[in-house]
């Protein structure tokens, strides 16, 4: 950080300087990577937290805090850029910008930006007000919809593994892929986000960011530069060119799913209807899954697979390329036992790192063939640790770098592929839920998404590392 910089909580409760540095290194002692602050530094970081008291919705507040601006860029005899952190439930998105805009704080284009959480709207039409909304006054080179699931290492390493590999970028297409499948599994319930997430469910929760951001990442064209809006102009050209998903055709394309209590991990879990905040008899699916074809050369065909879901088996987030088969196989029928297709696997999270798997032959005097693995691991070929998203992403802000940030279009056009589903799923509620036990992995209808294809979800590989080691220390 600079040696001039400020950080302004604005908030409705009494709070004074003090308390709010004191809850804000109990913090900092408790869930910081880097253990607890040591005084020195802590108590010279303190001194740019300040606390002002004030309604999101009251002109006053929006003044004293200009008032206090003026004053920090008085003091330190230069202009400052100015981030507004909209850090407030989704309520306040739409109305702490008009109340930025009316008291002057966003007329300078060039050093003033507002950072903005998901969920950018609720549906199409809220998204596209809420959007207006910001239009209304800032630009959007001033706007940073912020994703923390953008700033993950392995996220962005997915742009370096394709365009900097000559190896990988000539088969990345129709010709020698299969299927793509792209996981994002929570191992956990709703917690106590059960208010929020019942109004939500996983498709807006999950699939209309996180997983949204993957698939674009994954089958984007080759970009001419770095610059920011170049890599987001191809973001959005594959979600132009994702294939609409007609209302009579979803329930082919989406599958949804809702967890009920059972016992995994040794202890009795909660159905998601039994979780506090939610409904007794609540409709929200805690599961989806959707399958997508892109209409464009690169991808004709090749049906790409996203799922979600929370109290599932493990946490994981991957993302499986299945190659196609050999189109002769010329080894003897004895020398195939367990032949598998190759299959590059990039895993997000929790252990972030790259397999790619293949066949080789077994030792002995016969030839046969046996599925092995190649892996990369972050962790254990860089000594340099991996910085939270967040560090990525707020740094970027004040870089003003919006690579990793959602550009209205993109959010927009999210938005209006998943539409239909959502609508579809209003005005039909399921009569089977819940319809998954807590530890396994989603309905069975799922398995059926795949099957029209002749495909099926790869175990993911965290399991498959499990497995191997079972294998060998037997």
């Known amino acids: ?139 959007e080179s001033q706007i940073f919809r912020i994703d923390h699931y953008l700033g993950k290492e392995t996220v962005q390493n997915i742009l370096a593994f394709r365009f900097a590999n000559p190896l990988f970028e000539p088969i990345w297409n129709r010709r020698y892929v299969d299927y793509v499948t792209i996981t994002v599994a929570e191992d956990v319930g709703v917690e106590h986000r059960g208010g929020y997430y019942d109004r939500a469910g996983a498709l807006r929760d999950m699939v209309q960011n996180h997983l949204m951001q993957l698939l674009c990442l994954v089958a984007m064209e080759p970009m001419v530069s770095f610059d920011a809006d170049e890599i987001r102009n191809k973001k959005v050209d594959v979600l132009h060119a994702v294939r609409p998903i007609h209302r009579d055709a979803v329930h082919k394309s989406a599958v949804r799913g809702q967890y009920g209590r059972a016992r995994t991990g040794g202890e009795k879990v909660k159905g998601y ?7 007794p008899d609540s409709q929200t ?117 919006a690579t990793l940030f959602m550009r209205a279009d993109q959010v927009e056009a999210a938005w209006r592929l998943l539409m239909p589903v959502l609508e579809v799923w209003k005005t039909t509620p399921p009569s089977d839920f819940p319809n998954y036990a807590a530890g396994t992995w989603g309905p069975e209808d799922t398995q059926g998404l795949l099957a029209q294809q002749g495909h099926r979800w790869p175990l993911p590989a965290e399991l498959l590392d499990h497995s191997n080691r079972k294998r060998k220390n037997s």
């Open 1 to 139: 950080m600079p040696k001039k910089f400020a950080i302004i909580a604005v908030d409705r409760i009494r709070l004074g300087d003090d308390q709010l540095r004191r809850r804000l290194r109990d913090g900092v002692n408790r869930f910081s990577r880097f253990g607890k602050a040591k005084a020195a530094a802590w108590n010279q970081f303190a001194t740019h937290l300040h606390y002002q008291q004030g309604d999101f919705k009251k002109p006053q507040t929006y003044a004293a805090l200009g008032a206090q601006c003026d004053r920090l860029e008085k003091e330190w005899g230069t202009k400052a850029h100015r981030i507004f952190y909209m850090a407030t439930p989704p309520s306040m998105f739409g109305e702490i910008p008009k109340y930025l805009g009316r008291a002057g704080l966003a007329r300078d284009r060039e050093w003033t930006r507002i950072v903005i959480e998901k969920p950018i709207g609720y549906d199409l039409e809220s998204a596209l007000a809420l959007n207006a909304i910001l239009a209304a006054s800032f630009e």
């Open 273 to 279: 209807r039994e979780e506090d905040g939610v409904a």
């Open 285 to 401: 699916e805690t599961f989806a899954a959707l399958k997508l074809f892109l209409d464009n050369w690169r991808w004709q065909g090749v049906p790409f697979y996203l799922r979600t879901g929370k109290r599932l088996p493990r946490q994981v987030s991957e993302i499986s390329i299945q190659f196609r088969a050999v189109p002769h196989q010329s080894f003897p029928p004895e020398a195939s036992l367990g032949w598998q297709p190759s299959r590059l696997v990039m895993s997000i999270q929790p252990d972030e790192g790259i397999v790619l798997g293949f066949q080789a032959k077994y030792p002995g005097p016969k030839m046969q063939l046996r599925p092995v693995d190649m892996r990369f691991s972050y962790r254990e070929s860089f000594a340099a640790p991996s910085p939270d998203a967040y560090e990525t992403l707020l740094w970027d802000v004040m870089k003003n770098d």
